[in-house]
Each structure stands twice: as structure tokens, then as C-alpha cells.
């Protein structure tokens, strides 16, 4: 990611987690892992472990070489194990033949990119956790404020603030739990040598697989997956789920924040949402953040389901194509969710204003309130047509619903001056909303 927008679309800690010096430590980590396996089974001697182990420290390597060398070999991994074996050389020459015992390139970069998944993925989800922590308190706070149920983009019927937070609970909650799930499955130990035999072994081939499983605190699976994708595949489908589910918190923030509605904003901060030209402006932008990553994780989902029909034994074009796809994910969504987790810790949220939009319908917003309790006496067909036209002239006539329906002789016959009243109150009509919420904080405090 550029240097320029790392700090604003990513997370700093996703990004040590998935950096250039991280990748190359975390294949060095696989290589030395390799050779300590190895030696507990009798194929590397103990006198090539220190050289072995000293040898697999990333910052003795110069990477930007690396990256030059890269470019011929068609994988970093190619170049690297040429290179510790020059530096295990430089101590023990003898140690150098026990580099890379039984692996091909793909064991090392696989297992390597799931260490560096396992690292930056908890990260995602310590964010996601604390964003629906945010949530249920607003949740908690506002279970009973009033405010406009929108459907289309237009006022709908009362709902609360509390109801919405606790959509957003519930959703972050069940994308979390997928993510958690995804990471487990694909963190397992990719081993199978040039055509996934580990012919070059012999018959110590099982015996070192889980060695080196245990080694790195992997599971060993059924058999390597060198060209079976499914895995990686599955993380990221749950990665972009989590994109889009933070994406429609953020829009939701976004429109209740806009000048018209005002209803809740972000945080002021020194510096945070301002405009090279308008003193006045507050722009979301944690928002953005996660908006900009619910756009472009499609597309990357996508490169990652596409790269899934890999050819025979190991691929060629559709594995390459994961080594930046997979990462950028990862860092667009450890980007959007420490966003989605600034924004709803410290949300402004102002009651009165939705109050205030709950009349800006002059009483429309109730209209099915009134027709609902009409139906108990006269039949739905014959209640929606009379409140039908009640709105109707309320508009024409720029007057109250509850206005227009006291002046209704074909309406007061069945409701009284109290009962127009009481059918028109926002708190009156709010259905299960604070069942629903009281039923999302209580998983919240079980699982809790």
C-alpha cells in the first residue's frame, strides 16, 4: 500500500503483520522450522542446527536484491533460500546442505503467507470485537430513542436508534464469527514437495509433515493443497463479506451525518474531517475508510475465486495471482474495521434531531400507525383508503395528519380525539424494537 494512504485505509499493525520484511521472516520462520523438524527425525544432524537458526533472521537480508532476483526466479522464495544458504555457509559449510530439506518453493510461500494471515487476522478481529462492543452500548443507551425508519431513502415508520446500533451488533457479530471460522480452516500446514509426493523423502515424508506442523503450531492436513485453493478462498470470500458488512454501517453513518438529517456524527478530532476549503465542513472519514474498502474488496474476492481453477498438480498464473491479492484484502479490511471501530466508539449522537426529522412528514410517518388501528374496526382495504386520502390532503393542503384526520367525520366516528392522539405518537408505534434489541444485548452479555 502507498506510504501516502497507508495510514488512512489500512491499520499499522495489519501492515507490520503483512509487510515485505514480514513475509520474508515468516518463510524463513517455515525454513528454519523445516530443518529443526528435520533433525528430529534424523535427516539434519544437530551440528547444522545453530548455523540454520541463526541464519533465519530477515534483517540479514537485503530485500530490495531480493526483489531484483524475484523478478528472474518467478518467486521470492527462489532467491531467499539462496541466500541463506550462503549465510549458513559463511558459519558452517556442512549445515548448508540441510536448507530446504524436501520442500519446493509453494510449501515455504503457502505455509508462510498462513503464519502472516494468522498474525494480521486476529488483528481484524480484535477491531471487529471492539466495534460491536461500541455498538451495543449505543445500543444499550438509545433502545428507546425515537427516530425515522428509512426504507428507499425515504421516512418510513418509527423505529430507534437503539434498533439500528443493534443491527449493526448483530451483524459485526456474525461476520466476526465467519472470519474467526475461515482463519481456523485455512491455517493449516501446506507440505507436499515437488507434486504434493514428498517422493524426495522417501518414507520419512508423513513423519517430518507433522513434525513441522508441530513445529509451527499448525494443523497437518489430510494431504498438501497445492493447487486446491479452496481454503484461502474461503478467508477471503469471509473478508469480503466483512468489507461489505462494515461498508453499510459506514453508509448508514454517513446519511445520518449528512447536514439535512443530522442525526449522529463522528468524533471531532484535531485535524479529522476538515476541508482545504471550507472551515465549516466534518466530513466522515472513518466512514470513507470503510466505504473505500467495501468498494474495491469485490473485485479482489473475485481475483481470489478466480485464481481457484488451477491447473493439475500446481498452478501457473492463478497462484501467483494471490500473492498481492490476499494481502491487499487483508489490509483493506484491518484499514476498514480499525475505522468502523473509531467511529462507533466515539459517535455523536443527537436525539433531538431525530426527533425533530420524526415530524418533518407533518405526521406521515404515522400514517400506518393510524391505518393499523382504523383496520380493527373497519377492515385494511377501507382503513388504507381513508388514511390514503387523509395523506393526500395533508400534502395538498401543507397541513398535520392529525390535522386532517380530527377534521375527518369518516375517521372520528371510529377514533376519538385520544385515540388520533395516541396513534400518532412515534413511542406508541414501535412494534418488537425493544424485544429486538433486548434480545441482541443478551447474547451480547452471554457470549460476553
Not at 537480508?61 to 559463511?90: C, F, H, W
Not at 485464481?307 to 498464473?317: I, S
Request: glycine share 8%; net charge negative.
Amino acid at each position: 500500500m502507498s506510504k501516502l494512504h497507508a495510514r488512512l485505509f489500512g491499520d499499522p499493525e495489519v501492515e507490520s503483520a503483512l509487510s515485505d520484511a514480514a513475509r520474508a521472516q515468516a518463510m524463513l520462520d517455515v525454513e528454519v522450522a523445516l530443518a529443526e523438524a528435520a533433525h528430529e527425525i534424523g535427516l539434519v544432524p544437530r551440528e547444522a542446527l545453530p548455523a540454520i537458526q541463526a541464519a533465519g533472521e530477515a534483517s540479514l537480508y537485503d530485500l530490495d536484491a531480493l526483489a531484483e532476483e524475484a523478478a528472474r526466479a518467478g518467486n521470492a522464495l527462489i532467491p531467499l533460500v539462496r541466500m541463506m544458504t550462503k549465510q549458513v555457509a559463511s558459519t558452517d559449510a556442512d549445515a548448508a546442505r540441510f536448507v530446504h530439506v524436501g520442500a519446493t518453493s509453494q510449501d515455504i510461500i503457502d505455509t508462510g503467507l498462513v503464519l502472516q494471515l494468522r498474525r494480521a487476522v486476529p488483528l481484524i478481529l480484535k477491531h471487529l470485537d471492539r466495534a460491536a462492543e461500541a455498538a451495543a452500548d449505543l445500543a444499550r443507551k438509545h433502545a428507546t430513542t425515537p427516530m425515522a425508519g428509512r426504507t428507499w431513502m425515504q421516512q418510513a415508520v418509527p423505529v430507534t436508534f437503539g434498533l439500528k446500533a443493534a443491527g449493526w451488533v448483530s451483524a459485526l457479530r456474525r461476520v466476526f464469527a465467519r472470519l474467526a471460522s475461515e482463519l481456523g480452516s485455512a491455517c493449516v500446514l501446506q507440505f507436499g514437495g515437488a507434486s504434493g509426493t514428498l517422493a524426495s523423502l522417501g518414507m520419512e515424508g508423513l513423519d517430518l509433515s507433522e513434525e513441522l506442523g508441530k513445529r509451527l503450531e499448525l494443523p497437518v492436513p489430510d494431504m498438501p493443497w497445492h493447487s486446491q485453493r479452496d481454503r484461502l478462498a474461503g478467508i477471503a470470500a469471509a473478508l469480503g463479506i466483512v468489507a461489505g458488512t462494515l461498508g453499510k454501517i459506514a453508509h448508514d453513518l454517513a446519511l445520518m451525518g449528512q447536514t439535512e438529517i443530522g442525526e449522529a456524527y463522528e468524533a471531532p478530532a484535531a485535524g479529522k474531517g476538515g476541508s482545504s476549503t471550507m472551515p465549516h465542513k466534518r466530513n466522515p472519514v472513518s466512514a470513507s475508510v470503510a466505504l473505500a474498502a467495501a468498494e474495491r474488496a469485490p473485485g479482489l474476492v473475485a481475483t481470489m475465486l478466480g485464481a481457484m481453477k488451477q491447473e493439475h498438480e500446481r498452478g501457473l498464473g492463478g497462484w501467483q495471482a494471490e500473492w498481492e491479492t490476499l494481502p491487499e484484502l487483508v489490509r483493506l479490511v484491518g484499514g476498514a474495521s480499525r475505522a468502523m471501530e473509531e467511529a462507533l466508539s466515539g459517535l455523536v449522537v443527537d436525539p433531538e434531531r431525530m426527533r425533530a426529522n420524526l415530524g418533518a412528514t407533518n405526521g406521515l410517518v404515522l400514517a400506518e400507525s393510524v391505518a393499523a388501528t382504523l383496520a380493527s374496526r373497519i377492515g385494511k382495504a377501507k382503513a388504507h383508503e381513508l388514511v390514503e386520502a387523509a395523506c393526500r390532503r395533508a400534502v395538498a393542503e401543507k397541513r398535520a395528519l392529525d390535522v386532517v384526520l380530527a377534521a375527518d367525520p369518516q375517521v372520528t366516528r371510529y377514533l376519538s380525539p385520544i385515540d388520533i392522539e395516541t396513534v400518532m405518537m412515534p413511542e406508541a408505534y414501535l412494534g418488537m424494537a425493544a424485544a429486538f434489541v433486548d434480545r441482541v444485548l443478551a447474547r451480547e452479555s452471554k457470549d460476553g
